[in-house]
């Protein structure tokens, strides 16, 4: 039997496939650098073998699949180059992988980890479903019909894939490291909506969506009357949120689901549009929504003595203003405060004002210093620069977040793609013995 062995397993895409094909009952194992990753616990889990970097991990025999972030001279790779083994590089292996199943791929600059989260769950009710995840979950179901998966638009890694169908949640500007520009980005979504077999379910409000051309059907929902599917008479309470969906202005059904903000009342009506079209049981599919319970590091919460602590990957304004909006529909009577770390300074450079206009949205904002990346320089940019544009803004460190003490019955957002979760597992401590 094929042993197939993952360089770089812990990258959340490599760690979701690599449980999926664990449940089909192939022999996974994989490698990678000896930092501990939020990955982990779902493949230590699955009793899925996570060894050092060692070339010796090669053997003859092999299927070699190769995170996109290392290079052919890495040595793991260089020994299977050597040993003349299969080396497929991730995003080459789930387009293949894709053909066994009618495929559901999840796009657009916000929200397709928490859309693809949500779709798996609520199609899981009524068919078998197989799904990987951005936020380091797969599940491969034996005998499944679909497969639900996220496709991400960064370096174009999306083109890799001609699945059935696509949802495609928005367009905007992101990986200014990468695209040059808005029109560089539509024009990579629209090669990809032209590799969709059966169907596009694209978010209508969007004003490039609406460009989108394709040889299928183009099916758009979103709050405008326009759109094919759209949600009205939105009301929150304790429970969640509830909405009308009409279909081409006729009313169709209610649906309830146990989250806040209109970006997750958009994510639940892309998941709505696509069952309908597949003919899924409207019945499971209302149950399915509201039982769901979200996906990792989206709104993630817990408390902490009077406080209510939140992490979330948001790393852009859009989804910074979106996770802030949804705090405050929640908890509509408590302080929202901010605790941010940029990513990356490309994009800290490229939407500095941006970023500053969307914490501004909080009560009150602390920054941590900028995360950094492997593939770029730091230049003259430096957290200051940031703090400069939100008033009242404080700096916080790893060794001293006591400053958040003060904050009682509030609620904490800590966001960023980074390692973000650092600092708020160091207050959880000072929270403890305080």
Same mark, same amino acid.
């Not at 990753?37 to 699949?65: D, R, W, Y």
């Not at 689901?257 to 003919?279: F, M, T």
């Given at each position: 039997? +094929?042993?197939y ?6 990258g959340?895409g ?12 192939? *022999? *996974?194992q994989?490698?990678d650098i ?10 230590? $889990? ?6 050092p970097f060692n ?12 995170g996109?972030?290392?290079? &052919? ?28 199943f009618?495929?559901?791929?999840? +796009? ?12 798996s ?5 009524? $068919? ?16 499944a ?18 699945p059935?169908?696509a ?10 490291d990468?695209?040059?520009n ?5 024009q ?8 969709v ?7 209508g ?15 758009f929902?979103g ?22 969906v ?8 209610t ?5 806040y903000?209109?970006?997750?009342v958009l994510?639940a009506?892309?998941?709505?549009a696509?069952? $309908? ?16 319970g979200?996906v990792?590091?989206r709104?993630?919460e ?15 304004? +859009?989804?910074?203003?979106a +996770?802030?909006?949804?705090?405050k529909?929640?908890?509509?009577d408590?302080e ?15 939407f500095?004002?941006?970023f ?12 941590c ?5 492997a ?25 001293d977040?006591?400053?958040l003490?003060?904050h009682? &019955?509030?609620v904490l957002?800590?966001m960023?793609?980074? &390692? ?9 401590k000072?929270a403890?013995?305080r």
């Amino acid at each position: 039997m +094929t042993v197939y062995h993952f360089v770089g397993i812990k990258g959340s895409g490599m760690s979701a496939l690599a449980q999926v094909l664990h449940d089909m009952d192939y *022999v *996974v194992q994989g490698s990678d650098i000896e930092k501990r990753f939020f990955t982990q616990i779902a493949l230590e $889990k699955s009793g899925i073998t996570i060894l050092p970097f060692n070339e010796e991990n090669v053997q003859p025999g092999m299927t070699i699949i190769a995170g996109n972030a290392f290079p &052919d001279t890495h040595p793991e790779i260089a020994r299977a180059i050597e040993l003349g083994l299969p080396i497929v590089r991730y995003h080459k292996f789930l387009g293949d992988f894709l053909k066994n199943f009618i495929s559901v791929g999840v +796009t657009g600059a916000h929200g397709k980890t928490s859309t693809t989260g949500l779709l798996s769950h609520v199609m899981g009710g009524a $068919k078998p479903t197989s799904f990987l995840i951005g936020d380091g979950t797969g599940k491969g179901v034996q005998g499944a019909e679909y497969f639900v998966f996220e496709a991400c638009e960064y370096r174009r890694h999306f083109l890799s894939y001609y699945p059935d169908y696509a949802i495609m949640t928005n367009i905007d500007f992101d990986h200014p490291d990468y695209y040059a520009n808005i029109e560089d980005v539509f024009q990579a979504f629209q090669q990809m909506a032209l590799q969709v077999n059966k169907g596009i379910i694209a978010c209508g409000d969007d004003e490039y969506l609406q460009r989108i051309q394709a040889k299928v059907p183009v099916i758009f929902y979103g709050f405008a009357e326009e759109n094919d599917f759209q949600a009205r008479n939105i009301a929150t309470n304790e429970q969640g949120t509830s909405f009308d969906v009409f279909v081409r202005n006729t009313f169709y059904e209610t649906f309830t689901i146990p989250s806040y903000g209109k970006h997750n009342v958009l994510n639940a009506l892309a998941v709505i549009a696509l069952c $309908k079209y597949e003919n899924l049981d409207t019945d499971i599919v209302k149950e399915q929504l509201l039982s769901f319970g979200g996906v990792k590091r989206r709104f993630s919460e817990k408390h902490s003595g009077s406080q209510i602590l939140i992490d979330d990957y948001a790393h852009h304004p +859009t989804e910074i203003t979106a +996770t802030v909006d949804s705090a405050k529909q929640k908890y509509p009577d408590k302080e929202v405060v901010a605790v941010f770390q940029p990513h990356t300074y490309t994009r800290t450079q490229a939407f500095l004002d941006e970023f500053a206009d969307a914490l501004n949205l909080a009560d009150k904002v602390y920054l941590c210093e900028i995360f950094g990346s492997a593939r770029e320089h730091q230049g003259k940019l430096s957290i200051e620069d940031l703090q400069a544009k939100i008033p009242g803004a404080e700096l916080l460190t790893e060794d001293d977040t006591a400053p958040l003490l003060k904050h009682e &019955d509030s609620v904490l957002l800590f966001m960023g793609a980074g &390692d973000i979760q650092k600092f708020q597992d160091a207050y959880e401590k000072l929270a403890e013995v305080r």
